[in-house]
């Protein structure tokens, strides 16, 4: 079956997003618009992570998830005991979990905690509430400022929906393109005022197509070993960050 995931992008071969393996573990970077489990309304007619693992191998299972439209690192068990330790350290908040976010503004965060508590009310509308809310904790760090934008590193302590993207705009530094949460488009004319030109009849693309968020790094303990692992920037995160830091720095 020849199956495609949004905006008309072939779906890759499983085997082409390993990043790590183990006789326990392993671990994929997810391309942008891959759901990491069915979604209800696209059931039968769309690729997900969980329907490419169990084709490549049954045994496979996902130990968390994060949004379509991150993408980054995702992790996988080959056992029901390395499921199960994956589970109990996500559980108890000893996964060391890292993203990437490309956020509007000029920001110098440095070790800044946000604790706010989050409300999800359901079909994916998440506000913050103090009375009503669970608890969610997230640090900030500036990794690079530009003119009008900051590559960020966050660093989830809990695990809250859109945690990263309503803490970030609650910070005034809604993510790039994260339009739920106050982030805008992105054009190349925007950020090259001098010598830019669009031929005749074409109509300017972004110069990315979702919300700019790349699950970076994890790090955690199991049988015995600590598991690193990175995962390189997607093609069009590094394209932005090339654009910026060649047309948008301070």
């Known amino acids: 079956m020849n199956t495609t995931l949004d905006l008309g992008v072939k779906t890759p071969r499983f085997e082409d997003l390993i990043i790590f393996e183990d006789q326990h573990y392993l671990a994929i970077s997810k391309p942008a618009f891959l759901s990491t489990l069915d979604e209800r309304s696209t059931a039968g007619s769309m690729q997900s992570v969980v329907r490419m693992a169990k084709r490549f191998n049954p045994d496979l299972q996902v130990c968390h998830r994060i949004d379509k439209e991150t993408s980054g690192i995702l992790l996988l068990s080959k056992h029901a005991e390395a499921y199960r330790h994956a589970s109990i350290a996500f559980e108890k908040r000893v996964v060391d979990k890292t993203y990437h976010a490309l956020v509007h503004g000029a920001h110098y965060f440095k070790d800044v905690e946000v604790d706010y508590p989050i409300l999800n009310k359901g079909n994916k509308n998440v506000?913050?509430?103090?009375?009503?809310?669970?608890?969610?904790?997230?640090?900030?760090?500036?990794?690079?400022?530009?003119?009008?934008?900051?590559?960020?590193?966050?660093?989830?302590?809990?695990?809250?929906?859109?945690?990263?993207?309503?803490?970030?705009?609650?910070?005034?530094?809604?993510?790039?393109?994260?339009?739920?949460?106050?982030?805008?488009?992105?054009y190349l004319s925007e950020i090259k005022k001098r010598g830019f030109s669009l031929g005749k009849d074409k109509v300017e693309q972004p110069l990315i197509k979702r919300f700019a968020l790349h699950a970076k790094g994890l790090t955690f303990k199991a049988f015995g070993c600590t598991y690193v692992i990175e995962a390189d920037y997607t093609k069009d995160f590094s394209v932005l960050l090339k654009y910026l830091n060649k047309f948008n720095t301070r």
């Open 127 to 186: 506000i913050l509430s103090k009375s009503h809310g669970k608890e969610a904790r997230t640090i900030f760090n500036s990794l690079t400022v530009f003119q009008d934008f900051t590559l960020v590193e966050c660093k989830p302590i809990t695990g809250r929906m859109h945690q990263i993207r309503v803490h970030l705009a609650s910070q005034k530094a809604s993510i790039v393109n994260d339009k739920l949460y106050g982030g805008k488009t992105v």
